[in-house]
């Protein structure tokens, strides 16, 4: 069973930034595709970010150009670079990660990112 452990969020003011990671255990890293969600309170999860396992980004239209999703093979580990948060940004965010061939899935425990002054 695969291993996801998100870290880097927390309170941050408007305009700041976050960089989220997310280390992955007991699976061959190259072969998924990873992906950050958010879950904001009373709200469903939503895509935030994905990587292919070839390293090819994908973004949500409304996001893409204050964030960057990364990952680092060789670290087992994927990065979504948050700039220019704005409250609406306020969300639990959760690192998926998708077998290539499989499309089995499973998730991290969320990271919280609170943006507020």
């Known amino acids: 069973q695969a291993i996801l452990v998100e870290s880097g969020g927390g309170l941050v003011q408007p305009g700041g930034s976050l960089r989220l990671s997310c280390s992955a255990s007991?699976?061959?890293?190259?072969?998924?595709?990873m992906a950050w969600y958010r879950q904001a309170p009373g709200k469903q999860r939503e895509l935030v970010a994905a990587?292919?396992?070839?390293?090819?980004?994908n973004y949500a239209d409304s996001r893409k150009d204050r964030f960057t999703i990364s990952r680092d093979n060789a670290k087992n580990t994927v990065y979504l670079q948050m700039n220019s948060l704005k409250r609406e940004d306020t969300a639990v965010y959760y690192c998926?990660?998708?077998?290539?061939?499989?499309?089995?899935?499973?998730w991290g425990q969320g990271t919280q990112v609170t943006v507020s002054s």
């Open positions: 990587i292919t396992s070839g390293g090819g980004p």
């Open positions: 998926d990660a998708e077998h290539v061939l499989t499309h089995s899935n499973c």
């Open positions: 007991r699976i061959f890293f190259s072969i998924y595709a």
